[in-house]
């Protein structure tokens, strides 16, 4: 049922307070700010590296848990999409403990993964949002992703939801390794406990400046979207959505390969998506955004208060976001980069909840 919305994923958009809030629930403990996970004092404390692989969003969601898992807990991760990642032929160790992320837990390409992992004598954990699929039925551990179900093709609120998995599955990690302190976990899972009232206070507050914006990106014909650190794969998300319910063709990259090749595209008729928090990477993606300018490419910068405050430049646009903890800009940063694509889709009149040439569920290789 949409409710009162147009469109499945408009609802999953707005869901997304009371989706990550039962998600916390699942892996939070909230009476000592701990974080209850499987793992968290067996395969964790033991193990040499991680090797995830998923297809598409859960994917890029595993990117940016591979970026987590390396800061919160020193614990190096292999990862790739599904669909290369078994023809690699990554020399494993007994040490390496893999991780499958999934919404359908039905995608085939990851579960051939998971199969290949399993001859190979890994240990094997799956980040699912659905409990009686096959993935969740063959790996050894399932992590519960709980965002509801999700019926819009493009995924949105279990996107959020996997990294809200990942964030507590990071901090977990890094308890068990000793990379944080007591005192630093209750820090990070109070930041991850402030989500669902941040979520939900961006969500009522964008949506008139992300539709100003998508009824201009809506004649483009060519998106780029730039980030630094987990703003980089939260780029290829946002080009992701835009395609697939657009049909604008976008792409994603680090800022920093910006002068490596796509320069070249920048001219007074290229949109130029930049996912900027005020972070440690900040000064150099602002750097990235001069030579844009100078170039006349029309930049939309989304970042939050300081950010905001901090850049001398002339945007196209602004998206200004609360100042979050680093933890939670991900799952922040993920709103208005759904809302742009949900709202451009709408104005170019596709099909949204059912864009063509896509499934759900993808259960061929
Ligand atoms: C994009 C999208 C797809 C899926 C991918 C994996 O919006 O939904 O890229 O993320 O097909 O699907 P699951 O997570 O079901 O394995």
Redesign the pocket.
């Known amino acids: 049922d949409k409710g009162n919305y147009r469109h499945f994923m408009e609802k999953e958009i707005y869901d997304q307070p009371e989706a990550i809030s039962d998600t916390l629930g699942h892996y939070i403990n909230f009476s000592d700010n701990q974080v209850v996970a499987a793992w968290r004092d067996t395969v964790f404390t033991n193990v040499q590296s991680l090797a995830i692989s ?5 994917y890029l969601a595993g990117l940016i848990g591979k970026y987590w898992f390396e800061h919160y807990a020193r614990l190096p991760v292999e990862i790739d999409v599904a669909s290369e990642f078994r023809y690699r032929e990554i020399p494993f160790s007994p040490q390496v403990a893999a991780l499958f ?7 085939a390409d ?1 579960l051939a993964c998971l199969r290949y992992c399993k001859e190979h004598g890994l240990k094997t954990g799956a980040v699912v949002n659905t409990p009686e699929s096959t993935i969740a039925r063959e790996s050894d551990t399932v992590f519960p992703i709980l965002a509801g179900p999700e019926i819009g ?3 949105t609120k ?1 996107f959020t939801c996997q990294l809200a998995v990942l964030a507590a599955l990071a901090v977990a990690a890094g308890r068990a390794r000793g990379t944080l302190t007591e005192k630093e976990e209750q820090t990070l899972v109070a930041r991850l406990a402030e989500m669902p009232r941040v979520i939900g206070q961006v969500l009522n507050s964008i949506q008139p400046r992300i539709e100003l914006l998508s009824r201009e990106l809506a004649k483009c014909r060519a998106v780029l979207y730039l980030g630094r650190g987990t703003s980089f794969p939260l780029a290829m998300e946002g080009a ?2 835009l395609k ?1 319910i657009s049909y604008i063709h976008a792409q994603g990259y680090a800022a920093g390969e910006l002068k490596h090749g796509p320069i070249a595209l920048i001219d007074e008729n290229m949109p130029v998506i930049v996912i900027a928090p005020h972070d440690r990477f900040f000064d150099k993606t602002a750097s990235n955004m001069q030579e844009v300018a100078a170039r006349g490419g029309r930049i939309i910068l989304i970042t939050d208060e300081k950010g905001a405050r901090a850049l001398k430049l002339d945007t196209m646009q602004t998206i200004v976001l609360p100042n979050v903890d680093e933890i939670i800009a991900p799952m922040i940063f993920s709103l208005p980069v759904q809302l742009l694509a949900y709202h451009t889709a709408v104005f170019a009149g596709t099909d949204v909840d059912q864009p063509r040439n896509l499934a759900k ?2 259960t061929v290789e």
Do not use: N
């Open positions: 998923a297809c598409g969003t859960a992320i999934s919404q359908s837990g039905e995608t990851t093709v493009a995924s279990a992701l959505k697939e569920s993808v």
